[in-house]
């Protein structure tokens, strides 16, 4: 029984952590020349700016959803059109969800390391193209 007591609390402990590193990643988005800033619409009709990691690959460019909290994701699958600015520069793009190979061929590129896997609790990867318009 104690055994399971410490099991338990270990448990909580660590969904601890993860909501609080998630909540404080969001909270203060760092931004870099490794982030892009994504304007998407939620279903209210209020625009929402996040901070994401940028990854290019084979000339193009992509986003992850590497975390639980991930509104912006259902939101640009919705509407499958965002405002991204890269460097400063504002664009409208079409967003494209990756799957199949395409999936697995930037997950091996750009792969996210155990310990940023075991701070955000271990989420499931998905990825969207943003294909510039215009």
Known sequence: MKLIKIAIGALVCYAAIVVVFESLLGHYQPQNEGTLVITTIDQAGQS???????????DALYVAANH????WYREVLRSSLAQ???AGER???QVVPVAGEEHDNLE?????GFVIRLLTGFPPRYFVK????G
């Open 84 to 86: 991204v600015t890269v």
């Open 91 to 93: 664009q409208a793009y």
């Open 108 to 112: 091996k590129a750009r792969p996210l």
């Open 48 to 58: 929402k700016d996040r901070v994401l990691a940028k990854i290019e690959y084979n």
């Open 130 to 133: 943003l294909v510039p318009l």
């Open 68 to 71: 639980w909290p991930r509104a």
